[in-house]
């Protein structure tokens, strides 16, 4: 059976535009940026954690057909995509601060929750982001 779960896929606009929002200013690091050809095989990871990636997939071929793409690209717009990505940090606050300061515009500031601390934003394209600083167990 499975023994892990490698990769999560999100759909980005562009995806030049979202390696400078992931990488540039959230922090992440390019684990792949490949062209295929038929599409470009774009995944980011957590530093240090090569082995769960994000793919930033622009919505189209081969997955999709134009049609169908083009009201995927619309429901990313309205943020209605279902994409969504949960990080945890050990220090909520600092994150949100260090974040702000590079033009991060936040859904929610840090807020106590009965789990944790944590806080919402949106990535460029309308995907919804979360950070949390779980409670010590």
């Not at 940026?33 to 919505?59: A, K, S």
């Not at 990505?85 to 949100?96: E, V």
């Not at 033009?103 to 840090?110: A, H, K, W």
Request: hydrophobic share 35%; net charge negative.
């Amino acid at each position: 059976m499975f023994t892990e779960l490698t990769h999560s896929q999100i759909y980005v606009l562009d995806q030049d535009q979202a390696l400078d929002f992931y990488v540039g200013k959230l922090g992440l690091e390019v684990n792949t940026d490949v062209d295929l050809g038929f599409m470009r095989w774009l995944t980011v990871n957590v530093p240090g954690h090569p082995e769960r990636q994000i793919l930033l997939e622009r919505p189209g071929a081969p997955a999709l057909s134009e049609e169908t793409a083009r009201q995927v690209r619309d429901m990313v717009t309205k943020g209605a995509s279902g994409g969504s990505l949960i990080f945890a940090t050990d220090d909520c606050r600092k994150t949100y601060e260090t974040l702000l300061a590079r033009g991060v515009e936040f859904t929610d500031e840090p807020t106590e929750r009965p789990y944790g601390i944590d806080c919402g934003l949106r990535d460029p394209f309308g995907n919804n982001i979360r950070f949390t600083q779980p409670k010590p167990a």
